[in-house]
């Protein structure tokens, strides 16, 4: 039994230009670098989250929601809805969930452009946009760690030129 009073911080594994990759002991590391991040955003940015099913994404997102939110809004998967609105005080914000696109086409509806032209974007599944998205964009990447426990999470994370000068920042440690 853990006798933490607060957010285990990540440990840095390796960092490289506009790489870093990090492990995170549990679900208040994720949630502690889902703060960071929700701080860095600005208007145009697009986060891509990868990873397995389960591997963390959705949890992820809903984290960097409630940070620009300031608390408990709610923070419904966008896997059926394909997309989530969220007009908060510091930034507009679209979440997508790109799990059920069949064609990397169908990205064009769901105006992730104009999304990005008033405010940052999180996309889950990014892989099925195929060219569809920006190059230059954040991408996260969860890995579960075998033979760790169940929230256990290794993420790499790379950035593109627009987010390559705030990547340090995710590094930190909460204080």
């Known amino acids: 039994m853990s006798t933490s009073t607060g957010p285990t911080s990540p440990t840095t594994i390796a960092t490289e230009p506009a790489r870093l990759r990090l492990r995170l002991p549990d679900l208040a590391a994720t949630r502690a670098l889902a ?13 891509a989250l990868e990873g ?43 979440h997508t969930d ?26 889950e599944w990014p892989e099925r946009a195929g060219d569809a998205l920006p190059a230059d964009r954040l991408t996260i990447r969860f890995s579960f760690v075998p033979g760790e ?9 790379e950035a593109g030129p627009s987010f390559a000068d705030r990547l340090p920042a995710l590094a930190a440690k909460q204080a």
Do not use: M, N, W
């Open 98 to 123: 790109l799990y059920r696109l069949r064609d990397p086409a169908e990205v064009e509806e769901l105006g992730l452009d104009e999304a990005l032209e008033e405010g940052a974007v999180l996309v």
């Open 35 to 47: 703060a960071r991040l929700a701080r860095l955003l600005r208007p145009g940015d697009l986060v």
């Open 149 to 157: 426990g169940s929230e256990v999470r290794e993420v790499e994370i």
């Open 52 to 94: 397995d099913l389960g591997a963390g994404k959705t949890e992820f997102a809903r984290a960097v929601i409630r940070a620009l939110a300031g608390g408990g809004v709610e923070v419904p998967s966008p896997t059926f809805t394909l997309v989530q609105r969220y007009e908060l005080p510091a930034l507009t914000l679209v």
